[in-house]
């Protein structure tokens, strides 16, 4: 206990990361719940690994010689995250076209997309010996060594993304649930899915970044999956799944500085201990589980 | 003379580059109750959503003009089963949805934006009791009841409703065609209804297209009705 009180001193020496990877928390759930209901949720496990491979793609490009693209420590970093940005939004684009479309097998679509992601990820690493380290460490999530710029900067993205998330949940609500009603009512189909898709590729490239991809696609898909059974309307089941993914991380974050082990992990693991309790929970109360 | 509410012209309906209907050659009056027709894949549903806008009129002439200069203000009824049920949503939200017409961030954050009009339109259909539950737990009329009072919060000059009948005990579709015939008179709407089959609804239609084999053919529910055109291309007694 005295070792959770010491955490949430303001002079915790790891508090930049207690914060940011409670933040991601909060945060990466409000994009997870639109993945679970448009039922997109293996998009989360491919995206996150696309993100990876356009960080290594970045690192790569720098390693072979093209140092004007960025200099030094935050240089390659800004690098990093604009592959990421690109390699994703692009993915985005993509999947959203095909399943638009509606042909062919949506799942064969995201298998491919996710082996061709990880194979080139391997293959932009073995590229760049020299990047190797650097890339191994982002993407187990570099969070534990944030520095005090990228934690405001993260602050900051993950901020606007929750309270544009709550803003526009109507818009983003009429479009993923009914399309046909949003176009008879003339709003701009397009552009919402493209702001939400764009608010998807930033979350997962910022969270890649951060806290790697396996943490990432956990925090997308296990929160909003334990808050939907208890949740009355979309505010709710955002609201919850929010909770959910803040406290797993902060639980996380406590079970890793106590036990030593590595901090993306632990946060998944309580993350889907929560989301099991909430479905027993949900079946004593003799009521269904909605997925 | 009165410009009718949609018209079409040697026109293709269809997806992509295959047409379903082609030919199309169809006038549609304003406050009319025209029933769209035909057996399952006849193209009824293309027709719908072309003259919602959903789709584009793929070749010929295609227009739809309301009170006003642009097209009419339109209160779609979806299939019920499109909706998925995942969704955590109940009764007053759906309807709710209706309003969403316009972006209108400060009154959201007020929270004061259409509350009374949803409640209006839910106490019209006879749904105020269902507000509150979960509207993947209701039943295929209650849904549906549900559908029709989102439509009416568009405040809509045309209803178009898909299959609405569709999966529904007959005491229920009775209920539901005499709430659109009181809507049909009291809002001077005009009504746009799907359905693959024609019988209880045939009395309130004041017209009917049928769709077959590629064509849609139009005309007065009388004129259909007489000499047994309808029941010949239903191939069943009416």
């Known amino acids: 206990?005295?070792?959770?009180?010491?955490?949430?001193?303001?002079?915790?020496?790891?508090?930049?990361?207690?914060?940011?990877?409670?933040?991601?928390?909060?945060?990466?759930?409000?994009?997870?719940?639109?993945?679970?209901?448009?039922?997109?949720?293996?998009?989360?496990?491919?995206?996150?690994?696309?993100?990876?491979?356009?960080?290594?793609?970045?690192?790569?490009?720098?390693?072979?010689?093209?140092?004007?693209?960025?200099?030094?420590?935050?240089?390659?970093?800004?690098?990093?995250?604009?592959?990421?940005?690109?390699?994703?939004?692009?993915?985005?684009?993509?999947?959203?076209?095909?399943?638009?479309?509606?042909?062919?097998?949506?799942?064969?679509?995201?298998?491919?997309?996710?082996?061709?992601?990880?194979?080139?990820?391997?293959?932009?690493?073995?590229?760049?010996?020299?990047?190797?380290?650097?890339?191994?460490?982002?993407?187990?999530?570099?969070?534990?060594?944030?520095?005090?710029?990228?934690?405001?900067?993260?602050?900051?993205?993950?901020?606007?993304?929750?309270?544009?998330?709550?803003?526009?949940?109507?818009?983003?609500?009429?479009?993923?649930?009914?399309?046909?009603?949003?176009?008879?009512?003339?709003?701009?189909?397009?552009?919402?899915?493209?702001?939400?898709?764009?608010?998807?590729?930033?979350?997962?490239?910022?969270?890649?970044?951060?806290?790697?991809?396996?943490?990432?696609?956990?925090?997308?898909?296990?929160?909003?999956?334990?808050?939907?059974?208890?949740?009355?309307g979309m505010t709710s089941l955002s609201v919850l799944a929010s909770l959910c993914g803040g406290a797993s991380t902060l639980a996380g974050f406590y079970v890793s500085y106590t036990r030593d082990l590595p901090l993306g992990p632990v946060a998944v693991c309580v993350a889907c201990s929560l989301l099991v309790l909430s479905w027993l929970a949900r079946a004593a109360a003799g009521r269904r589980v909605p997925v | 003379m009165n410009e009718p509410l949609v018209r079409f012209r040697h026109a293709s309906l269809g997806y992509g580059a295959a047409p379903v209907l082609t030919d199309v050659n169809l006038e549609i009056p304003a406050q009319s109750f025209v029933g769209i027709l035909g057996h399952n894949g006849s193209g009824k549903t293309t027709l719908l959503k072309t003259i919602l806008g959903l789709i584009p009129c793929m070749k010929g002439h295609f227009s739809s003009r309301g009170a006003g200069l642009g097209p009419p203000r339109y209160g779609y009824v979806p299939q019920k089963e499109r909706l998925d049920p995942i969704y955590p949503l109940n009764a007053y939200d759906v309807v709710a949805m209706g309003t969403y017409r316009k972006l209108e961030l400060f009154p959201r954050l007020r929270g004061k934006d259409g509350r009374h009009l949803v409640e209006r339109c839910l106490a019209a259909c006879g749904a105020s009791h269902l507000a509150r539950r979960p509207f993947s737990d209701l039943s295929g009329g209650q849904k549906q009841r549900v559908l029709i009072a989102r439509a009416l919060t568009t405040e809509p000059e045309v209803l178009a409703l898909d299959e609405p009948l569709a999966g529904i005990d007959i005491t229920t579709q009775k209920a539901l065609l005499k709430l659109l015939k009181e809507f049909k008179e009291e809002r001077r709407l005009s009504i746009l209804m799907v359905s693959h089959r024609v019988q209880a609804e045939k009395g309130l239609f004041t017209h009917i297209v049928f769709c077959d084999e590629g064509q849609a053919l139009m005309g007065t529910t009388q004129g259909m009705l007489a000499h047994g055109k309808l029941s010949e291309l239903f191939r069943t007694e009416l």
């Open chain 1, 1 to 232: 206990m005295s070792q959770l009180v010491e955490m949430l001193k303001p002079d915790f020496l790891l508090h930049h990361a207690l914060y940011g990877s409670v933040m991601m928390g909060f945060v990466v759930p409000l994009v997870g719940v639109y993945f679970l209901l448009r039922r997109l949720v293996f998009w989360g496990v491919a995206l996150p690994q696309v993100s990876a491979a356009g960080i290594a793609f970045a690192l790569m490009l720098q390693g072979l010689g093209c140092t004007w693209l960025a200099g030094g420590e935050s240089g390659e970093k800004h690098l990093a995250i604009i592959g990421s940005v690109v390699f994703t939004g692009l993915s985005i684009l993509f999947l959203a076209y095909m399943e638009r479309r509606g042909k062919g097998a949506s799942e064969g679509r995201i298998g491919a997309l996710y082996a061709l992601a990880w194979a080139a990820s391997i293959l932009f690493v073995a590229a760049n010996a020299a990047g190797e380290t650097e890339m191994l460490g982002l993407l187990k999530g570099e969070i534990v060594a944030i520095s005090e710029s990228d934690f405001h900067a993260m602050l900051d993205i993950f901020g606007l993304i929750a309270v544009a998330m709550f803003l526009f949940q109507r818009e983003f609500l009429l479009v993923s649930y009914d399309r046909d009603m949003a176009v008879t009512l003339g709003r701009r189909v397009l552009l919402w899915d493209v702001l939400l898709y764009l608010i998807v590729g930033l979350t997962i490239s910022l969270g890649v970044m951060t806290v790697g991809p396996l943490v990432i696609f956990g925090f997308l898909v296990a929160p909003p999956m334990a808050a939907l059974p208890w949740a009355r």
